[in-house]
C-alpha cells in the first residue's frame, strides 16, 4: 500500500460523495452496498454508509442527524498547480476561503464537501523535512511540558 493511514468518512449519500470527489479528481476503486473507496494519485479515501446507517453507527448515532459531519477535521490535499485546480473547480464546489497566498509563504484555498467535511487545497511541498522546524522541536516541546 502507498499509505499507512486512511481516512473514512460517514456519509449518508453515496452519489453526492462521487459528484463531489470526481470534481477533485477522484475516481471509485471499488464499492459495495454500504462501503466505498475513491482514490487520487496516492490519496485514498473511504466512504462508510451511503444510506441511513450512518445515523446508526454506534459512536456517530449519538450525535444529532444535523451535525455537520466534518466538524473540527480538516482535510488536506496537495496539488502541482494549486492556482490552476483553483480555476478549474472554484465554480464547482463551495469555497469557504478563496484561493490566496498564507503568511507561511503557501498558496491555499478552502473548500466545503456536501456533508460539511472541510477541505485545505494547497501547493505540493514538504512539510514533513522542516529542518528550522525540526531543530526547534526539543526546544517548543519542554517550554509547553510536552513529553514525546
Not at 456533508?115 to 519542554?142: A, V
Amino acid at each position: 500500500m502507498e499509505t499507512d493511514v486512511f481516512v473514512e468518512l460517514h456519509v449518508p449519500d453515496f452519489q453526492k460523495a462521487i459528484d463531489f470527489y470526481k470534481t477533485l479528481g477522484f475516481e471509485i476503486v471499488w464499492i459495495s452496498d454500504n462501503y466505498m473507496v475513491m482514490r487520487k494519485d496516492r490519496s485514498v479515501l473511504n466512504f462508510y454508509g451511503g444510506n441511513d446507517k450512518v445515523s446508526h453507527h454506534s459512536y456517530f448515532g449519538k450525535f444529532p442527524n444535523d451535525t455537520k459531519k466534518g466538524y473540527a477535521v480538516e482535510i488536506v490535499f496537495l496539488e502541482d498547480d494549486v492556482k490552476e485546480f483553483y480555476e478549474k473547480i472554484k465554480d464547482k464546489v463551495k469555497v469557504v476561503e478563496p484561493l490566496k497566498q498564507k503568511p507561511w509563504g503557501r498558496w491555499d484555498f478552502r473548500i466545503e464537501d456536501p456533508f460539511g467535511f472541510y477541505i485545505r487545497i494547497g501547493e505540493k511541498y514538504d512539510w514533513i523535512n522542516k529542518k528550522d522546524k525540526i531543530s526547534k522541536t526539543k526546544e517548543i516541546m519542554q517550554k509547553k511540558g510536552l513529553r514525546n
